[in-house]
């Protein structure tokens, strides 16, 4: 217990951001998500209104 004690001060005293990923980098790493997590979701949405209009027999009208 002690030394994890000593551990955190230690890092408090040298600053642990420091040792952190730099922003940038967050920043890239974060905007990369959110894009794939986007992308995701566009093609789930393709996917799902050509499901939708197969099984309303929409697709009828779509091929003539």
Do not use: H, Q, T
């Amino acid at each position: 217990m002690g030394n994890s004690k000593k551990r955190l001060e230690s890092n408090a005293r040298n600053g642990w951001l420091r040792k952190d990923i730099s922003p940038i980098l967050s920043f890239m790493i974060l905007s990369l998500a959110l894009l794939g997590v986007f992308l995701m979701g566009a093609y789930f949405m393709k996917e799902y209104i050509e499901a939708w209009n197969v099984a309303s027999g929409d697709i009828k009208e779509i091929m003539e």
